[in-house]
């Protein structure tokens, strides 16, 4: 098998300005991201797929692979087929690791590829990790069936609590698995209906037929997308584990 993680990372965010050179200990957030996917050992390869050239110095800076793509991606996923075309290398698995998640944990990473490659119709496998916190419009929540395919999703809670109330929602965790031939049918693909209304990309997956499975796990796990969340990566890496066995590479 062999297994490349895509890292998208656009300079430009509306929430949080600059937020993949934004610091977070003494390391840029994409920077973070590409060491911890890089410690999980069933990559064969990382990249980092970014639309400024001020991510990609960073990238040469801290020796991070790296790919330049268009400004004119609609979201990371875009900008990822964008990349995988570009590497002209033939891959078994697509895995999108957000870069906006410097604290990704690395056995995330190695479970969602470990059912991917047992379950190798799937066409893409969409992780989740069920909480019990406040619920914010950052966060996209994931409604499954009982078959664990996923059948939308929203920034709104899954389901809405109109004649009973439910104690959690299935947050999606910014780790994407992805069949190659999958990815590219949803780069080719124009943006769908519900998927213009939510802002969030896997919807267009959804309503043009792809297989979406889910695939609970635990922990936690967190996006930095306002200056809240910068604020509490800030925090959190100071007791973080992984953070000393990569920090000074």
Same mark, same amino acid.
């Given at each position: 098998?062999?297994?490349?993680?895509?890292?998208?990372?656009?300079?430009?965010?509306?929430?949080?300005? $600059?937020?993949?050179?934004?610091?977070?200990?003494?390391?840029?957030?994409?920077? @973070?991201?590409?060491?911890?996917?890089?410690?999980?050992?069933? #990559?064969?390869?990382?990249?980092?797929?970014?639309?400024?050239?001020?991510?990609? !110095?960073?990238?040469?800076?801290?020796?991070? =692979?790296?790919?330049?793509?268009?400004?004119?991606?609609?979201?990371?996923?875009?900008?990822?087929?964008?990349?995988?075309?570009?590497?002209?290398?033939?891959?078994? %698995?697509?895995? /999108?690791?957000?870069? /906006?998640?410097?604290?990704?944990?690395?056995?995330?990473?190695?479970? +969602?590829? =470990?059912?991917?490659?047992?379950?190798?119709?799937?066409?893409?496998?969409?992780? &989740?990790?069920?909480?019990?916190?406040?619920?914010?419009?950052?966060?996209? !929540?994931?409604?499954? /069936?009982?078959? /664990?395919?996923?059948?939308?999703?929203?920034? %709104? $809670? #899954?389901?809405?609590?109109?004649? $009973?109330?439910?104690?959690?929602?299935?947050? @999606?965790?910014?780790?994407?698995?992805? =069949?190659?031939?999958?990815?590219?049918?949803?780069?080719?693909?124009?943006?769908?209906?519900? *998927?213009?209304? *939510?802002?969030?990309?896997?919807?267009?997956?959804? *309503?043009?037929?792809? $297989? +979406?499975? &889910?695939?609970?796990?635990?922990?936690?796990?967190?996006?930095?997308?306002?200056?809240?969340?910068?604020?509490?990566?800030?925090? %959190?890496? !100071?007791?973080?584990?992984?953070?000393?066995? %990569? =920090?000074?590479?």
């Amino acid at each position: 098998m062999k297994i490349i993680g895509l890292i998208p990372s656009r300079l430009k965010s509306t929430r949080l300005k $600059n937020k993949p050179i934004l610091k977070i200990g003494n390391l840029p957030m994409v920077i @973070h991201t590409y060491r911890r996917a890089k410690l999980c050992k069933q #990559l064969n390869d990382v990249v980092i797929c970014c639309d400024d050239i001020r991510i990609k !110095k960073i990238c040469d800076r801290y020796n991070a =692979k790296s790919i330049m793509t268009s400004k004119r991606h609609i979201n990371g996923t875009e900008r990822i087929a964008e990349a995988y075309l570009k590497l002209k290398k033939k891959y078994d %698995y697509v895995i /999108d690791i957000q870069g /906006d998640e410097p604290l990704i944990n690395p056995s995330d990473i190695h479970k +969602v590829i =470990k059912f991917h490659t047992k379950n190798k119709k799937i066409d893409i496998v969409l992780p &989740t990790i069920a909480s019990k916190k406040k619920s914010s419009k950052n966060i996209v !929540k994931v409604m499954k /069936d009982k078959h /664990d395919n996923a059948i939308y999703l929203s920034r %709104y $809670n #899954l389901p809405f609590q109109f004649k $009973n109330r439910n104690n959690f929602y299935l947050k @999606h965790l910014s780790i994407i698995s992805f =069949k190659p031939k999958s990815l590219i049918k949803f780069y080719r693909h124009k943006q769908t209906f519900a *998927e213009k209304i *939510e802002g969030i990309e896997l919807l267009r997956a959804i *309503e043009i037929g792809l $297989n +979406v499975k &889910t695939l609970t796990l635990k922990g936690d796990s967190f996006s930095v997308d306002i200056k809240e969340h910068y604020l509490k990566a800030k925090k %959190y890496i !100071k007791n973080d584990k992984l953070y000393s066995i %990569y =920090k000074s590479k």
